[in-house]
């Protein structure tokens, strides 16, 4: 009876230990593991860096734990630092690598990165293990137009398009490049049909807006910028529709007061804007309005460096051996802006290669009448000594 008790002591003891260990085993586990709280504190102050590193405190390097690699590569992705978020994304790519959601986030960062040959093939596995994977096509079709290949971006946003037909974005862009395209009556399709969904999303509407004007149904240009105001978008791309459409319904007054409020909202426009608006004065007979929108446009159509490139266009063919063309082009860049060290160059044109004494005489003294620097001193005291020798 008394070993019967002895042993019970004993299993008693020992049970009491096992409990005492594991509840240490326990706290200490719960003590190595992540404060989920810290953690979203950090993501919602966007601090992706620190939550990366306080993630890293906890897991070895040569961690497997697919969630927790995850998390990792976010955090590194979130912060910027792409390479590493990369490295953590490649592992669980070694570890499966049919899984989508990882060859996205591959694509994602090599697309950051400038990487776009690496992110193109990324993509491509996407849509081979998923044939309706509509964000993998739309990133396909952004990186063949950024290439160049305008068939194969039409292409991917096609199918896109045609997997999901309602989602607006999809429409939009697809409406884009059938514009492109000049596709103007297969772009007004595809934006009605997503239309037809969701009449007052702005921007199907602004894809509308742009179809109409390029099919040339002005009152539907002007009915569907009058939705787009009432709904906030009194951006410069709808009011010059919009102008432009009463234009060609010849509701002039209209036209001049929608070009003044595109004027008032945003301060500029450009030289066709400034045309219509001059031919509406000239509807109208406010012909010295009409003129001053003129003297906008021609500014606008000028470049402020055409003179100085119809110079070096000369200086081009005098090297060329080809002095008319390039006496030419000094004469033609006079009509824009005076640059004094044109006549100069006209004047040694005419003196060394054209033999015409009278001529370079008449552009060295040109020269020299001009409002000239003391850098160019040099040119200055040739063209004095040359003229004295020619006189």
Known sequence: MKELDD??????????????????????????????????????????????????????????????????????????????????????YAMDSLRVSTLLNLATVNVQRRLYPQATGYYLRIIAIDSNHVRAYRALSHLMKRSGNAASAYDYLQRANHIQPLNSEVAFDFAQLCLDQEQYGRADSVLQRALEADPNNGLLLLGKIKV??????????????????????????????????????????????????????????????????????????????????????????????????????????????????????????????????????????????LSDARNALRYYRQYLKQNLSEEERIYIDYVQKRIKELE
């Open 7 to 92: 042993m019970t002591k004993v299993i008693l003891y020992v049970s009491a230990l096992c409990t005492v260990l594991l509840w240490g085993a326990t706290g200490r586990a719960q003590e190595q593991r992540p404060d989920n709280d810290k953690l979203l504190e950090l993501y919602q102050t966007q601090q992706y860096r620190e939550a990366a590193v306080y993630l890293q405190t906890f897991y070895p390097d040569t961690i497997t734990d697919p969630a927790v690699l995850g998390r990792l590569g976010y955090c590194y992705r979130m912060a910027g630092d792409y390479v590493q978020a990369e490295r953590y994304y490649q592992q669980l």
């Open 212 to 353: 109409a004007g390029k099919m040339k149904r002005y009152q539907e240009v002007i009915t569907v910028g009058g939705q787009l105001l009432e709904q906030g978008d009194d951006s410069q791309q709808v009011l010059s529709l919009m102008a432009r459409g009463y234009f060609h319904t010849d509701d002039f007054i209209r036209c001049e007061e929608t070009y003044k409020q595109l004027l008032e909202v945003h301060g500029q426009m450009g030289e066709t804007d400034y045309y219509y608006l001059a031919m509406a004065y000239r509807a109208m007979k406010r012909y010295q309005e009409g003129l001053e929108c003129m003297d906008k446009v021609l500014t606008l159509a000028i470049s402020p460096n055409t003179a100085f490139y119809y110079g070096r266009k000369g200086d081009l063919h005098d090297l060329a051996n080809q002095p008319s063309a390039a006496v030419s082009n000094y004469l033609r860049s006079f009509q824009f802006e005076v640059i004094p060290l044109h006549y100069y160059s006209m004047a040694i044109v005419y003196d060394r290669k």
